[in-house]
């Protein structure tokens, strides 16, 4: 016979834009909002009868009435986030709510020597990631992170040493461009005064670990900017780092007759290695569903 | 204090293409696999001594290897993932494989009114997908699956009597347009003689199903779907969806003095439905990790 | 002092969907509609006068309202392209309209062992493409085409004899897997009775050609395939190719003690060669402006 | 009789990494370097005699040799890519080449609060394009620009007045948000003494005049942003624009009993106006096919 398992549902990219324009200069807050609800939804899936469904189109409609309703709740994603997550367990049948954001940051232009104040250009160097997670009995979970952060070195990093088998040709080198491009994810077990700082100061320390440390591997550079994140205060309790090699091959040009003493690299596209690791606080509580997405795989 | 949590590292999407020559007519398998090892790898976060570390760039060549070495287990990605996770559980610090496998179907063209022996058209129509999971201790868990499986039927969905709180505007139906791109993913609890015949039918159980469905909302069909895929025997124990729904909005083409009785439609890109859902045998066992893809989040 | 030269506006990427229900079985039109027009639009840019400006929010309000009212000429999209340019090169202002429209085909799902009359899947093996052009004095241009259509031999392609510098080191081959993604545009010098015959027997002219033509050089099998379209029939004027060769490489397997007689290959993503060229009817007339599109670069 | 008509080909998108390391702090230049060969290629066409045909894979090759033979030439797009187009005229059969690049620009990243001499971050705001056009007479046309430049302004946008007919419904507006994706590309009449100064400028130019200017069409800010950058010198002859028109939706809050003065917007993806246009000096020669891709279209 068959039967229901786990179940979540939900209005996906809702892309919504809030202008700020009480302040002088005009602030923008770019999301795009996911919100997926778990609970008792048998009915629906069995029968076909609705009637406890909220409508993913209402979940759409909430999320931009909150980018006016939740007032400066809406200037940073994750007390949006928050603020949302408490409005849908308040839903009845509403048993945990994660809402996910992408936010995009922007940058003022300048105009006639200086920033202007009410006109902008897309920092596409990353996107700033947030998720709350909310069960039912009013637990919270809120994590931090960044997607889309590209970083290359061209020297300080070396790797050799490795287990070989049968299949080990790669050549050792003791240096090498290292690059990647970062997603990480930090849990915070207390939540910070000012969400925009916090992110900040983390970023900065990432960045900063991994342009500043000698690296035997990417795991040891993964470890470092972990480390470096949870020692900008007690507040992180986990970080997790998903860090392709983005390989850059040094291109043989020996059969035109010329050196090529690190270079000229080709960038390639696939494969990469892929390290994922965590580093966490060892006095840190256990993160419960903070990473844990439902039913995505 | 800082400490290392969970990990895992490998080579992420090694497009290998294997031709088989030794039949007529020439068959070709067309694989992206990507591989993740866990195991005791805190020497080389802690430290960077990569002692114990098996080269991303040696699994990348172990996969090229088998689609030699493995025979006729290269032409399914089940028995090709099996082959490679057995292989990565016998290195010695590895305690757990993931291996995932996208397959691009490819249909043979025709010539001269015949089908060609040689020549072939890849079939967009959907990404075959698969994972094999596999423990220290040999115990295996291998998932089909599929990707970008886009269907959509022009009548026989209805979406009306559903729960109304201040933010629901959406207006009952009672025959729309109901499309979704599907993602599956099912476990085989017992591993069936011939995985290309057993992916086949799932897939027409679970079209057919969506064909034939009067549907009362995405969640029922979803339920539908899963259960047809159960019901092509007792093998599968779970199936998981992940079903956007890919809105198709009537126009309003009254101030242009038209009707629009269900005839033109705007095809949606953001915000999306998105309902995701699991469907069991009631006799079937835990999927333990099958379902579980480790680090990523 | 700075003028203004060429210029052209109007409404990218429409996404509408025709139904026709009114047929048994139902059958689905799914359009991507772009359209351009060109004109004395020097007032709005350079005061700001809008007055001559048709807006883009009407030109996407009559590309949807043409869905229904174009009738039958909304079931294929050449038809549909044209019944579009004549309006809009009605509106005063505008002395030259481009159309192009991207057309997703769709394949009916099986049901109870039969075609299912509402029910059906995408259809992802290639884009049909289409642009009509048509200038104040009513001439008319329109081309069909294809996108993304990836077709595969794996023999039957050689590849040697090439004029040598002293940057080649490429091995001669008399054998080799190609692998191209078409992407073609032909001219219509006369309107065929039947667009949709029309097109699928040019996609079937050139895949055959892909698949029967014993190959010494991309270039060469480029040539066969315009060669056998414009077989097909006096109306077909021109046709231009744009072939990247989707490099299919021999891994190298010999280090581990394993021969690779054109059995595994990896199949790499950049860089890649690319091959265009345009065969022509030499008693055709010249084409115009059909392969021009205007402003873009 | 079928006939051979315009053709070209060559290699797209090598992506070549050149480290600079004789320079304290290093220097990256990040490279997506494509090449189109034209000339009488008609033997490789009709009878497969690749006697004349240097190889895609040569051409590889020499983009990789000239990253280090090139010399400092390699440190900005213009200088390589007309490095390369002088080569590649020399090679017997070819007649005019085509280079295309794709910069990506990186920024310095802190460590220990000062930048790191070899740590990067890839600065995502843009990407910088060129193209080298040469003649087989050694005739050469250079045109730089960007892509991926996205661009907003929260006010000092109108749009009104426009022509109607019975297919408008716009609303006019005197206060919107206007915001573009800026695809743009100047030909340079004469050459800059510094590449990487004057192509800084024109992003200055035109983002200054977006920021500053009060718009009342897109059209208008086109032309405008236009003059700008012909103003920072005499050496650009002409420039053009492909601006779409990202629309922001405001939000109709109103059945939620919310006001919505400006300030929730949905960001929509599909259909976008899209607004192109040429500006040029009143003075400047005729830009001949430094704007024209070849068999491209």
Redesign the interface.
Known sequence: ?????????????????????DTDP?V?S?HNV?V?LSGD?AD???????????????V???I??F???AGDAARTPEAFGLALARHFTG?P?VSRVRVGIETFP??R????GAP?P?????????VRTTTVTRAGDGAEWVTSGVA?????????S?????????????AETTNR?MATEVTA?WWHAEHPADWDTAHATAI?AM??A???HH???L??T??EM??QV??TGPGIG?I?F?L??KH?FL?D?A??G??????????????????????????APAPGPA???????
Do not use: C
């Open positions: 016979m068959p039967i229901l398992g786990h179940t979540q549902y939900g209005k996906a990219e809702v892309r919504v834009v809030r202008i700020h324009r005009h923008i770019d996911s997926a939804y629906t899936h069995l029968t076909g009868d609705n009637t406890r469904v909220l409508t993913t189109d209402a759409k409609n909430t931009n009435a980018a006016k309703e839903v049948q922007w940058r232009l300048e105009h006639a202007h009410h006109a902008f250009a897309r920092d596409g160097g990353h889309g952060l590209v970083v290359l070195k061209t020297t300080d070396e790797f050799h040493s490795f287990y070989t088998d049968r299949y080990t040709t790669l461009v994810q900065t960045t900063s991994f342009a500043g690296s035997l591997a795991q040891q993964l470890y972990g480390t949870l020692a986990e997790r998903s392709p090699n850059h291109v040009l059969p035109f010329l050196k090529n003493p690190g270079e000229v690299f080709h960038a390639d596209d696939r494969p990469y290695g892929l390290i994922e690791g965590t580093v966490r606080r060892d006095d990473f844990d997405p439902g039913q995505a795989w």
